[in-house]
């Protein structure tokens, strides 16, 4: 099955995961990333966004996973949009396993990225080329403004797409 990407708005979705990424607690780590789970039918059914996990620790639950873990049931054939490429390498700040082995156990269909990840610990397009290996369609969202706006209000370096 291939997600119907054709019956969303992708615009206003992935105006919705930056809102969602601005909602971290601390908004001076960087990059902020918002996701959103969309079922066929176009109902976000999760959502979620990079932040620290519970009071003085310093481990990060990422975007993805929180939408994922809010859309138990219903990620299943739906489409998983975020700002930003998801991660396929798991850092020591981390406690799960990475998102883009997350995305293809609960079983999406589709991905919408706004950015690769093109930050020194990650080869850019790692986790692009994970999901395509375990037969995930990936979509990069191809609005430039909205892009631009991802780059000046989410990430760490203006060098970032």
């Not at 396929?88 to 690769?116: N, P």
Request: with cysteine; aromatic share 8%.
């Amino acid at each position: 099955m291939t997600f119907p990407l054709e019956n969303l708005d992708l615009n206003d979705l992935m105006l919705k995961c930056i809102e969602l990424a601005k909602q971290a607690n601390n908004n001076n780590y960087k990059p902020l990333v918002g996701a959103i789970v969309v079922t066929p039918n176009g109902m976000i059914r999760g959502q979620g966004y990079r932040d620290y996990i519970g009071k003085g620790l310093n481990m990060i639950m990422h975007a993805e996973r929180a939408a994922l873990d809010s859309a138990i049931g219903y990620a299943p054939g739906s489409c998983l949009i975020t700002t930003l490429e998801p991660c396929v390498r798991v850092t020591r700040k981390q406690l799960f396993s990475s998102c883009s082995e997350l995305i293809v156990e609960r079983g999406i269909d589709t991905v919408v990225y706004g950015l690769l990840d093109k930050s020194a610990c990650f080869n850019a397009s790692a986790g692009v080329n994970y999901l395509y290996q375990h037969g995930i369609n990936v979509k990069r969202f191809n609005n430039e403004a909205i892009q631009e706006l991802i780059i000046k209000e989410l990430m760490w370096n203006p060098d970032q797409n």
